[in-house]
């Protein structure tokens, strides 16, 4: 099961939008995940007020602070800023705001350990996301390893393969490819130690395909991070 995080300032902004930067229907690039947590206690942050604004429109934002997501702001030192830190390695710039989605499979804030079931997944949700996916903008959708078994186990994206597929000599692995759409399969990016070898090939691999497909030289490895 999933902590709902009591906050109602972000039980409002998840209301409004269940995801983070681009909606899933405009984005080209698609960043899944499992939820949205928070620190219990988040409110009492000195970022609280700029994570709020973030929320509201997080496009606007990484355009005017040139960092993508608050959590790597120097007045934040909790929990998530490793994540987007190894996030900021695939070397989006703030013009390509508008092309980025982080959406969960949940659609409200979370705290704690969450331990997820398909009892916590809103269907409306997982049938708006797999329309993203296969229907909308999203040229390249990266899921990692649990948030694949869950979608696939959810019924809800009948195109997903039982388990990924080696893609040649690709770092990535495929969950889905159809013409010009692919869904990648990588470790989480918050995963370290015996893994991060591996991240570290596919951050680059992302790195690679992004500079590709934005038409410029691969740039910088980071973002303020």
């Known amino acids: 099961m999933i902590h709902r995080h009591e906050c109602a300032d972000l039980k409002r ?3 409004v939008k269940p995801y983070q930067g681009a909606s899933p229907e405009s ?3 698609l960043f899944v995940g499992l939820d949205a947590n928070y620190d219990k206690d988040v409110a009492d942050s000195e970022i609280f007020a700029t994570l709020l604004e ?3 429109d997080g496009v606007a934002f990484w ?3 040139r960092v993508h997501h608050p959590f790597l702001l120097p007045k934040y030192t909790g929990d998530g800023k490793f994540y987007h830190r ?3 390695k695939i070397g989006f710039l703030p013009e390509d705001a508008n092309k980025v989605c982080f959406v969960e499979l949940t659609d409200v804030p ?3 350990q969450s331990k997820l079931a398909l009892s916590d997944l809103n269907p409306d949700h997982l049938q708006r996301l797999n329309l993203a996916i296969v229907s909308g903008v999203a040229k390249f959708t990266f899921i990692p390893d649990r948030v694949g ?3 696939k186990a959810s019924g809800a994206f009948p195109w997903m393969s039982a388990a990924p597929q080696v893609d040649g000599e690709s770092a990535l692995k495929i969950w889905y490819r159809d013409g010009e759409r692919t869904v990648s399969w990588h470790y989480h990016l918050s995963v370290y130690g015996k893994c991060e070898r591996d991240k570290s090939r596919q951050l680059a691999a992302m790195r690679a395909l992004v500079a590709r497909e934005e038409g410029r030289a691969e740039m910088r490895a980071t973002d303020n991070a």
Do not use: V
């Open 149 to 151: 078994k869950l979608m």
């Open 54 to 56: 973030y929320l509201d």
């Open 110 to 112: 979370t705290f704690g």
């Open 27 to 29: 984005a080209k690039y």
């Open 13 to 15: 902004a998840f209301l």
């Open 86 to 88: 190894s996030f900021a």
């Open 63 to 65: 355009k005017r602070t």
